[in-house]
């Protein structure tokens, strides 16, 4: 008997997610503390700007800079707060398993949609026997089997990849867990060839320039960075692909276009420039090192691009 035999299929298994998916940015307070008022004023902006849901920390909410209870008290506050945890995938894959065991365990226990996970990311060259072993076991290791697990592929900061032979191995064990992948690789490529070969997956690209190309091949929607400042243009091309409406080529090449303003200096600090800017709160500038605010030059080259782009937030 393996250890998966212990994991019983759940007829209760939720329904894969779909559709516009922010990984919500983690605003801190003058201690660096996750700032949960902040947080929760922001992420009930976006999903009302039209995000079906959103990442609670996630590479954009600088996940990895946050310690296993940090992450823990935030959603907590974040649900105490009425935000609602089935519109919310939680980021829990760690470099040390047991810190991985234990928020996936907190977070499901909250009834979120799911959890979006990175592989060990310490050891580089792991090879798929030994990512597989430690999916293997965060999945023995909770108390339920009837939840959402979405792999995280972001080879550029992970320098750990997940190759589609792996998410085979994950899905043939565990078929009502697995639903997804996101990949933020930006290789198009891999993500036509992730659509390809797993066709029962909610396959997800990283960035709002590959949504349309991702839903003409059968993909699930976009799981974006730039949702935080751009979620309803990119709602709005989600809908329309869905509606069969036209000139979607038009409104793709306008979404990448602010994305690329987005991308010229670090994307985090960037749009927590902006938000602080348009919402006159110079605290959402601020970010745990080791990253750093956005420097003036940058902030000034930001603001041209805004104007120019005539790129402003639709701010309640």
Known sequence: MTARDHVPASPTSPEPIRGVWCPALTPVDDELRPDPVRFVAHASWVMAEGCHGIVVFGTTGEASSFSVEERIALLDEAL????????????????ALTDSVRLTRHALDQGVAGVLMLPPFYFKGASDEALFASYDLIIQRQT????????YHFPRLTGVPITSGLIERVQAAYPTILKGVKDSSGDWTNTATLLQRCPDLAVFPGAESLLLPGLEQGGAGCISASCN??????????????????????????????????????????????????RGDPGWRRVRPPLLPLAAADAAKLEHGLAAMDFRLTLA
């Open 229 to 278: 400042v751009n979620a309803r243009a990119i709602r709005r091309l989600y809908d329309g692909f869905a509606a069969g409406a036209g000139d979607l080529a038009t409104q793709q090449q306008a979404i990448a276009a602010r994305r690329e303003l987005l991308q010229l200096a670090p994307q985090i600090a960037v749009m927590k420039q902006m938000i602080a800017d348009q």
């Open 80 to 95: 105490a707060a009425g935000l609602p945890p089935e519109r919310m995938l939680i980021g829990t894959g760690c470099c």
């Open 144 to 151: 339920r089997s009837d939840f959402g697990l979405y792999l």
